[in-house]
């Protein structure tokens, strides 16, 4: 493990987050994005440290997808999105860091903001430097919880 990797620190609880983890396995963490990005956006990442997808195990890589759908379905579900965004983020500058997939909310009328969507929001958001409020991150957590122990009680 990486001595400064700030994905390792939170997973140590080094660090702590709005709400804290929404759902973790063996292998993976789902958890609120503390970026400069809207509310209701969160990360997959695994456990594990590693710099580059092609280094996940096939365990890992197995459970994946699954968790990605799961990850799309709560966002679109609670923040009543126009798409969801699924980036995966593995550097800090030129440094190879935990890699991590950011899913994010996005909104047609965000239109009236940012003039064009996709990567260049994500851009315009970093330049922006607009973080959500801890504790709207909080509540939108605490949400996600409460759809997965619904969802799970359903099945």
Not at 123 to 150: C, G, M, S, W
Request: aromatic share 10%.
């Amino acid at each position: 493990m990486k001595e400064k990797c700030i994905a390792c620190e939170i997973l140590r609880g080094d660090r702590s987050l709005p709400g804290g983890f929404i759902h973790q396995t063996e292998l993976w963490s789902i958890e609120p994005c503390i970026g400069p990005f809207p509310v209701g956006t969160l990360i997959l990442k695994p456990i594990r440290h590693v710099l580059n997808f092609s280094a996940l195990n096939d365990n890992e890589i197995s459970e994946f997808g699954e968790l990605l759908q799961l990850v799309t379905k709560i966002i679109r579900e609670l923040s009543d999105c126009d798409q969801t965004y699924i980036c995966q983020w593995s550097h800090a500058g030129w440094e190879p860091v935990h890699i991590h997939f950011v899913v994010q909310p996005a909104w047609n009328d965000q239109k009236r903001e940012f003039e064009r969507p996709g990567p260049y929001l994500q851009h315009q958001l970093f330049e922006k430097q607009i973080f959500p409020d801890p504790e709207d991150i909080y509540n939108f957590v605490t949400k996600a919880k409460r759809y997965l122990r619904e969802n799970e009680e359903k099945k």
